[in-house]
Structure formats: C-alpha cells, structure tokens
C-alpha cells in the first residue's frame, strides 16, 4: 500500500540536537511498515523551526547590518532542508541497519495557493517569538496575542490548491525511494499577473497539504500522526470516548457539533475528511508515533473509512 505519513512540527523538538534524537526515533518506530513492503511518503510540520529561523534573521539584521532580513518564503525552505537533512539521514541509517536496499530522497516542495483566498485577510497562525505589543508595532507586521503570553507575528493560512512537485514525487516512490515532502504544508506560492510562480507570506496547513499529496499521488492511507493515541469526543469529560474505526459520516456528524479542538484536533480531522471525499477506498488514520504499525493493522488509534 502506499502511505502518507504526517509527523507533527512539534514532535520534532525546539533545536537541532533535540531534533535529531526526535528523527530518529521517528525512523526507528516507522521502519517496521517500511520492512512490510509498503511505499512511504513522509511530511512533516515546522513551525518552531521556520520561526527559529525567521527569528534568527531579524534579530541578526539588529546586530549586524550584514545580516539580511530573510523573507518568510525562503525561511520556510530553509526548515524544510533542514528538518529533512535530520529526517532523511536517520531512515537511512535505520534502513542500513536493517540491510534494506532502499533510497530517502528529500524534495523541497512549493505548494500553490489562490491569492485570493480570504485566509489573506483574516490571518490566524502565530509563528515566531514573543513580543510586547510596544515591540511588535514597531515591526510593521501582521500580529496577534498568543495565549498571555505576548504578541506575535501571525501569517494568513489559505488552503493548499495544487502540489507543484506532485510528479516528481510520485516518480520516485514509484521508482522505490521513500519521500520526504511538503515539510511545514509546503511554501507556499501564487501565480502572479504574468503566470509565473512566487513565494508568498503564508503558511499552509501542514495536514492539509497532506491530505491534497496522498489525493494526488492515489495513496491508500493518509496516517496523520499526533501527540495522542486517538480522536476522541467529550474531551476531558467524564464521558470521554476515544473513537476506533469509524465511519466518514459519523466524524462529519462530530466536526458539526464541535467536539475538535479549533487548533489542534479539528485540522487533522477535516484532513482525513477531505482525503476520504477524493479517496473512496482509502482509509484516514490519526494516532501517534508509538501506535502507528499498530494503527495500520487495525489495533490502535482512530481509523475512519467512507
């Protein structure tokens, strides 16, 4: 079968030593489904790295004129090589480990939006440092208050409509390389007056671009791994259940009455719900990293299905 996995951002830690250990780990609990013959699509997210990264320019520029305010288009292809270097060399370390003849190729991935997406007019992701509201004026920025904990620069989140490397992609699983893709939901890009391609301000769902990659490559299982073993309603209710499979339309009926979390849970959950309207026969599944072989056999997590 072949499989989309998402990894989250934050599973993969705050700093390059941290991070790494993260991919590692990552490879060594994602290896199993690669031993059992399935072709393997990996995304993954970034937001602590690209607002690293963005923080690193514009504090830098402060310090040193010769510091240059990097634009958020190419940090976010700097976190995507970045995060793909450390994820790439660990599954092939594991791969090696294992005598499996196979490649990791690593694609930076441009993911293109509609200008005119109203994301662009109400912004809503927070990336980067915390500010006073006195600091974050000066910047000339979009901003907003991050959960009392200061102000930060926020960025529009329009929907992913097309992935530019989707053949490039797709050649090489068929070719047998595992792919790591669409690091941070892809940078994001729009067609300017004259048709040509440009990096935009914005970030892209990471789970989103997911579910649009596993539609077009024709994967058979979009895996969106979490920091939770499975979906559940009644969150922190003392009639909690977790969900184990379940049908498209019983989630539709859930999303509909608001038992996902608006920044956390709901993405993944209209991700899978996307996936499954282009994809009749696949199967969604959300659980976290240490459930994922499990998942796919049927014994843990959430696994939903037209």
Same mark, same amino acid.
């Given at each position: 079968?072949?499989? !989309?996995?998402?990894?989250?951002?934050?599973?993969?830690?705050?700093? =390059?030593?941290?991070?790494?250990?993260?991919?590692?780990?990552?490879?060594? @609990?994602?290896? =199993?489904? /690669?031993?059992?013959?399935?072709?393997? /699509?990996?995304?993954?997210?970034? $937001?602590?790295?690209?607002?690293?990264?963005?923080?690193?320019?514009?504090?830098?520029?402060?310090?040193?004129?010769?510091?240059?305010?990097?634009?958020?288009?190419?940090?976010?292809?700097?976190?995507?090589?970045?995060?793909? +270097?450390?994820? &790439?060399?660990?599954?092939?370390?594991?791969?090696? &480990?294992?005598?499996?003849?196979?490649? !990791?190729?690593?694609?930076?991935?441009?993911?293109?939006?509609?200008?005119?997406?109203?994301?662009?007019?109400?912004?809503?992701? =927070? /990336?980067?440092?915390?500010?006073?509201?006195?600091? *974050?004026?000066?910047?000339?920025?979009?901003?907003?208050?991050?959960?009392?904990?200061? +102000?930060?620069?926020?960025?529009?989140?329009?929907?992913?409509?097309?992935?530019?490397?989707?053949?490039?992609? #797709?050649?090489?699983?068929?070719?047998?390389?595992?792919?790591?893709?669409?690091? $941070?939901?892809? /940078? =994001?890009?729009?067609?300017?007056? @004259?048709?040509?391609?440009?990096?935009?301000?914005?970030? *892209? #769902?990471?789970?989103?671009?997911?579910?649009?990659?596993?539609?077009? *490559?024709?994967?058979?299982?979009?895996?969106?791994?979490?920091?939770?073993? %499975?979906?559940?309603? @009644?969150?922190?209710?003392?009639?909690?259940?977790?969900?184990?499979? !379940?049908?498209?339309?019983?989630?539709?009926?859930?999303?509909?009455?608001?038992?996902? $979390?608006?920044? %956390?849970?709901?993405?993944?959950?209209?991700?899978?719900?996307?996936?499954?309207?282009? %994809?009749?026969?696949?199967?969604?599944?959300?659980?976290?990293?240490? %459930?994922?072989?499990?998942?796919?056999?049927?014994?843990?997590?959430?696994?939903?299905? @037209?």
């Amino acid at each position: 079968m072949r499989i !989309v996995i998402a990894l989250g951002g934050n599973a993969l830690g705050n700093d =390059p030593i941290t991070q790494k250990k993260n991919a590692e780990l990552t490879a060594k @609990n994602i290896i =199993p489904i /690669i031993k059992d013959g399935h072709e393997v /699509i990996i995304t993954h997210g970034n $937001g602590p790295q690209v607002g690293l990264i963005n923080l690193a320019f514009s504090e830098g520029g402060k310090i040193n004129d010769k510091v240059y305010n990097m634009p958020f288009p190419e940090c976010g292809a700097m976190s995507e090589g970045y995060i793909g +270097y450390h994820l &790439k060399e660990s599954f092939q370390n594991e791969l090696n &480990k294992e005598n499996i003849d196979k490649s !990791v190729s690593t694609i930076i991935t441009t993911v293109l939006v509609d200008k005119k997406d109203d994301a662009f007019n109400h912004p809503t992701k =927070p /990336i980067g440092s915390f500010y006073s509201l006195d600091e *974050i004026k000066k910047m000339n920025v979009d901003y907003m208050e991050d959960s009392g904990r200061g +102000y930060r620069r926020v960025f529009a989140s329009p929907n992913p409509v097309k992935i530019l490397e989707e053949k490039e992609i #797709d050649t090489l699983v068929n070719k047998g390389f595992i792919v790591i893709c669409a690091g $941070g939901g892809g /940078i =994001p890009v729009v067609l300017n007056d @004259n048709n040509m391609i440009e990096g935009i301000d914005a970030v *892209i #769902d990471k789970d989103y671009a997911s579910s649009l990659l596993a539609s077009s *490559i024709g994967a058979d299982i979009l895996l969106i791994l979490t920091a939770v073993e %499975s979906v559940k309603i @009644n969150y922190k209710k003392e009639n909690e259940i977790s969900l184990g499979k !379940v049908k498209k339309c019983v989630i539709e009926e859930y999303l509909k009455n608001n038992e996902f $979390g608006e920044g %956390s849970m709901k993405p993944k959950v209209i991700a899978s719900l996307r996936f499954l309207e282009k %994809s009749k026969d696949a199967k969604a599944i959300i659980t976290d990293i240490e %459930s994922a072989y499990d998942a796919l056999n049927g014994l843990k997590g959430t696994i939903m299905e @037209n």
